[in-house]
């Protein structure tokens, strides 16, 4: 059967066009009601479908829409109950230059405008082609074992589909060529294919030239598909190259996808409340889906998200992301309620880097992460035999590239596991670390450019999700650690642009050891180990036990300060209090203990050379008139003969104590021996940043016995 060149007009209008129409067909045989097509060609097809509330028009032809056909199918499926169903087979089918266009209006024939559009769609496609076989009835074990006889063998290939939405004049999907493998379908229960092959895919046209689509990828290729039941899918590999994404969301309630959905009014509704009626009737809920897939990979990804209510623009790309493995899922829960999914197998991602375009800078990249190991049983049961992170950087500085907020060379984590409400970790090893941090000249932190910036209050959201979290009475999260080290030769460096002129400390050198962190066993000792150098070869040494995790913290630490540069420290302290420190060097001997939350400590300090200076008159009396005493004069009776200054501090007091102030503890001590700027000048502005705030950090209240002086004077009282 030939048909060529068929072309269909009303009034000059176009209603339809055939360029050519072949089927070949015969009998096979007629006994038997079998028919079999072996090849059919449909070339240059151009149809147009509408559809209105009172009628269909098909290619220009009027359908009026009548009322229920319920009881006219009911007529039909009786009277064919008896009769013996058709077989069928079908061969080679080319379909080529196609053209079908839909529109849909929610208003009648006569009242309907461009503005009561619903659904206006075009779709051309270049090319179909089916190289095999589909039958259906012919196969007689499927027909006794079937409700649907049907069965195929072949290859099937789409090239060149364009979906395009008239209503936005943009293309809602375009594909270059999509093809699937030995399709192989035995009955509607065993389905497989050997490959299916998806190239230049694009999906949701954007008017913007940097991102033209929503949607798209390079390449997708799955190998091995099975489909078993209808419910159970089972696939070898997944590889996936140039996956994009541009998701975009311009209010809390508006997002641009959105545009993309058919407003089909009342329709709509009533479509959804028909489904919740029949939810409703106490219909058995569709059965459970599962899912097995072997290997994962997706290379070259460019994943972006745009809010345009705040400052928000992100992008996420990367090299490659691999599993390899057996990963199966199971949309029917476990009784305790957990997920029901299960894996075993590596991941592995290179060179990932979360870019913000708002400011131009990377807030995270690396140059791979390994997950080794991966073994789950369901969501609440998880473990690995290794993570290892190279190379991390973040909180870009600068649009140099090696100006970053935090950086190290590597993390590695052995033997991982995760139950409910527990973690428990062998190791954690961190090498190479370099961190970066800095305070501007207004005295904002650098890294506060990374904040979103929104008009929008968030406190009161932030307080209602405050208010719903009062009162849940969770079981407390139990960590188990057995040895943690950080080692690094790299600078660790803190910048105060805000003094005059800035002030630049840190650490050339850190080595760090902790072990036996238990929080289950609150009451076991940890074993602390610390080596830090400084900027200025001043070292500093602890090391000890801990019990941080204890309802009342106890501590064993010993360790010393040797050869801190007090000069370092200067900036600040003119920035404070108007000094200038001209010279000076410490060392301190630190006895830090505690004991069930109660202090007993001793910091031994020694300064040698040490002289401050005020930057004027004024600063000086200030300065005097706050503490009590004069400066200078103070520092003439506490020094020995070789112009060294050697000072006993006790700090007691209980840990827990929330009200601690540093400074409170810092005068009280003063007090003591009349070292009001020894203490003030230095331990805020020396021994903090040489990694010494760990003494106030534990210290949460001071006892001290107070020396009293006259105000103004240098000499002790009678009780004094």
């Not at 839909?102 to 309907?112: D, I």
């Not at 809390?252 to 993309?260: G, L």
């Not at 830090?592 to 202090?599: M, N």
Request: a negative charge; glycine letters at 6%; proline letters at 3%.
């Amino acid at each position: 059967i030939s048909l060529h060149n068929a072309r269909g007009s009303i009034d000059g209008a176009p209603l339809f066009n055939i360029g050519l129409i072949e089927i070949h067909w015969r009998w096979a045989p007629l006994s038997e009601k079998t028919i079999e097509v072996t090849n059919i060609v449909l070339d240059k097809l151009d149809v147009k479908l509408e559809s209105y509330t009172d009628m269909m028009v098909i290619s220009g032809i009027k359908i009026p829409l009548t009322g229920s056909t319920k009881a006219a199918d009911t007529d039909i499926e009786e009277k064919q109950a008896d009769v013996k169903p058709w077989a069928a087979s079908l061969g080679m089918v080319t379909f080529t230059d196609l053209d079908i266009c839909y529109l849909q209006h929610g208003e009648t024939f006569r009242n309907s405008d461009d503005d009561t559009r619903q659904i206006d769609y075009c779709v051309n496609l270049e090319e179909m082609i089916w190289g095999g076989t589909i039958s259906y009835g012919t196969d007689k074990t499927l027909l006794e074992t079937e409700t649907t006889p049907l069965s195929s063998t072949g290859d099937f290939e789409l090239n060149g589909l364009t979906v395009t939405n008239n209503i936005l004049n943009r293309n809602l999907l375009v594909s270059k060529a999509s093809a699937m493998h030995n399709v192989e379908v035995k009955g509607l229960n065993d389905i497989h294919i050997d490959t299916l092959e998806m190239k230049q895919l694009s999906g949701l046209q954007r008017n913007d030239d940097k991102h033209q689509d929503a949607l798209r990828f390079d390449q997708l290729t799955i190998n091995d598909i099975g489909l078993k039941e209808l419910d159970e899918l089972t696939i070898k590999d997944i590889s996936l190259s140039g996956p994009g994404i541009y998701l975009v969301r311009n209010s809390e309630t508006d997002w641009e996808y959105q545009q993309w959905i058919p407003d089909t009014g009342s329709g709509q509704a009533q479509t959804n409340e028909d489904d919740s009626t029949v939810n409703d009737t106490g219909e058995e809920p569709a059965s459970a889906f599962k899912l097995a897939i072997e290997k994962i990979s997706v290379n070259g990804a460019d994943w972006c998200y745009l809010q345009k209510d705040v400052s928000l623009y992100y992008c996420l790309t990367f090299d490659a992301f691999n599993w390899d493995g057996a990963l199966a899922f199971d949309t029917r829960q476990k009784e305790s309620g957990a997920v029901n999914i299960r894996a075993k197998g590596d991941v592995s991602l290179l060179k990932p880097d979360i870019h913000n375009h708002d400011i131009e800078r990377s807030l995270l990249k690396f140059e791979s992460l390994e997950l080794k190991g991966i073994d789950i049983t369901d969501s609440e049961t998880l473990a690995l035999s290794d993570i290892t992170l190279e190379k991390l950087s973040a909180l870009q500085r600068s649009q140099q590239e090696a100006d970053y907020t935090a950086r190290f060379d590597r993390l590695a984590i052995n033997d991982v596991r995760y139950t409910p409400n527990k973690v428990a970790i062998n190791t954690v090893e961190l090498s190479g670390v370099e961190n970066s941090l800095s305070r501007n000249k207004d005295g904002s932190w650098e890294h506060d450019k990374w904040l979103i910036r929104s008009d929008e209050e968030p406190a009161a959201t932030a307080k209602e999700n405050s208010e719903e979290k009062q009162g849940d009475e969770s079981k407390p999260f139990l960590i188990s650690l057995n040895k943690l080290s950080v080692d690094t030769d790299k600078k660790i460096l803190f910048t105060d642009n805000s003094t005059q002129p800035a002030m630049i400390t840190g650490l050339e050198e850190l080595k760090l050891e902790l072990t036996k962190l238990y929080s289950e066993k609150p009451d076991s000792d940890s074993q602390i180990k610390l080596f830090a150098q400084t900027l200025k070869h001043s070292t500093i040494e602890l090391e000890g036990t801990a019990r941080p995790l204890a309802e009342k913290v106890s501590l064993d630490v010993n360790g010393d300060l040797k050869g801190f540069d007090l000069r370092v420290a200067s900036p600040a302290a003119k920035k404070a209090i108007g000094h200038i420190i001209q010279s000076g060097q410490l060392d301190a001997k630190l006895t830090l203990l505690a004991k069930e939350g109660i202090l007993d400590s001793n910091i031994a300090l020694s300064l040698y050379q040490f002289h401050i200076k005020p930057m004027s008159k004024k600063d000086a009396e200030k300065l005097d008139q706050t503490f009590g005493m004069p400066l200078n004069q103070t520092l003439v009776l506490l020094r020995d003969k070789d112009e060294s200054i050697h000072l006993d501090i006790p700090i007691t007091g209980d840990v827990n104590n929330p009200e601690f102030n540093p400074m409170d503890a810092i005068i009280k001590a003063t007090s003591k021996a009349a070292t009001v700027t020894l203490i003030t000048f230095y331990t805020p502005y020396g021994l903090i940043y040489a990694g010494g705030n760990v003494l106030f950090d534990v210290a949460t209240a001071l006892n001290f016995d107070p020396i009293p002086f006259d105000p103004g004077s240098h000499e002790l009282t009678a009780q004094g």
